[in-house]
């Protein structure tokens, strides 16, 4: 059994996250997550309107009595986002843990905290994470570069970026980025923070809201399986290698290349639809870490957990004092 300053602080049994990911984060998946012990977000932007949003928090209380949380990510779309109405959803579902990112947090934090809600802030920098501290957030997610989704343009992997953090921070820090393993949990917790977050694992899971063709090419997938892409346009990302991202860098390598060259390659709504939808592992783009290299099997959430934290502490308790002399 763990007890960190993550654990303490909000209230969960095991200092494990499964932060938002588009697309993924529902409520089966959520709240598998939570009846084993770990915090899960749902992600607010996966439903399309703040009613919808309203719905799926109330869908994960019917399946889980633990802690859960709402993921509200702020971005430039082309589209507006009724951003406060999403939040007043939030709300008015009794939700009290929020992970926010993105953009600046600020607009939101005044009213999350009237409703005694905590927040996380996921960062890919220690001057954004030392930031996010300084208005107001309780936690900090950091993200190294071995993460899927969006690293970041400096390239600074988690096991200089979390002990730098934790340097700086008063705050609980979650480790995020290439981590699958209860060696990992204890990586992070010797770098300095409290938790770590994993999403490729949690893709990787019975309960998961995605095709099985997904999870088994995550299974069968290496730590060389992923590519960044959108790096000519500063806004790296890292995903599953595939005929599409492969695709997107070639053409993204072109003299005068703009983003409107790959926008029909690099939809959101495509991958979703193709890929986690119908299992097509080259219809579109999907997001999956370094992790991969990690993931031997599809698990329930509850057998993923439990592996996890037995192998964390069988490392602490025997490994390792077995090495000290």
């Known amino acids: 059994m763990f007890n960190t300053p993550f654990t303490e602080a909000f209230g969960i049994e095991h200092p494990i996250v499964c932060g938002g990911m588009t697309g993924v984060g529902t409520a089966e998946l959520i709240a598998a997550v939570a009846n084993a012990g770990a915090l899960g977000f749902l992600t607010a932007l996966t439903q399309p309107s703040p009613d919808a949003l309203a719905a799926e928090i109330v869908r994960t209380r019917e399946l889980t009595d633990k802690p859960f949380g709402v993921?509200?990510?702020?971005?430039?779309?082309i589209n507006p986002v009724p951003y406060e109405d999403y939040r007043q959803a939030i709300i008015d579902g009794g939700v009290k843990i929020v992970e926010t990112a993105g953009s600046n947090p600020a607009p939101h934090l005044p009213s999350f905290k009237a409703a005694g809600i905590k927040v996380i802030h996921k960062a890919v920098a220690v001057r954004h994470a030392v930031k996010a501290e300084s208005l107001g957030v309780d936690a900090v997610s950091i993200d190294g570069f071995e993460c899927a989704g969006h690293p970041g343009e400096e390239d600074v992997p988690g096991l200089v970026l979390i002990p730098a953090a934790a340097r700086k921070l008063r705050i609980p820090i979650i480790a995020s980025g290439g981590i699958a393993t209860g060696a990992g949990l204890v990586a992070?917790?010797?770098?300095?923070?409290?938790?770590?977050?994993?999403?490729?694992?949690?893709?990787?899971?019975?309960?998961?809201?995605?095709?099985?063709?997904?999870?088994?090419?995550?299974?069968?997938?290496?730590?060389?399986?992923?590519?960044?892409?959108?790096?000519?346009?500063?806004?790296?990302?890292?995903?599953?290698?595939?005929?599409?991202?492969?695709?997107?860098?070639?053409?993204?390598?072109?003299?005068?290349?703009?983003?409107?060259?790959?926008?029909?390659?690099?939809?959101?709504?495509?991958?979703?639809?193709?890929?986690?939808?119908?299992?097509?592992?080259?219809?579109?783009?999907?997001?999956?870490?370094?992790?991969?290299?990690?993931?031997?099997?599809?698990?329930?959430?509850?057998?993923?957990?439990?592996?996890?934290?037995?192998?964390?502490?069988?490392?602490?308790?025997?490994?390792?004092?077995?090495?000290?002399?």
Do not use: Y
């Open 188 to 325: 992070a917790l010797a770098l300095g923070a409290s938790a770590v977050n994993m999403g490729t694992r949690f893709m990787a899971s019975s309960e998961a809201p995605i095709h099985a063709n997904i999870k088994q090419q995550i299974v069968a997938n290496d730590e060389r399986s992923t590519q960044i892409i959108f790096r000519e346009f500063r806004n790296s990302a890292r995903v599953a290698r595939n005929a599409v991202s492969e695709e997107i860098v070639e053409i993204s390598r072109r003299p005068g290349a703009t983003f409107a060259d790959i926008a029909h390659l690099a939809s959101g709504q495509r991958g979703r639809t193709e890929a986690l939808a119908k299992g097509d592992v080259d219809g579109g783009l999907w997001w999956a870490s370094l992790a991969q290299g990690l993931i031997d099997d599809v698990a329930s959430c509850e057998e993923i957990v439990g592996a996890i934290i037995s192998d964390a502490e069988r490392l602490i308790t025997k490994q390792l004092p077995a090495q000290v002399k």
């Open 71 to 77: 993921n509200l990510t702020i971005l430039p779309t």
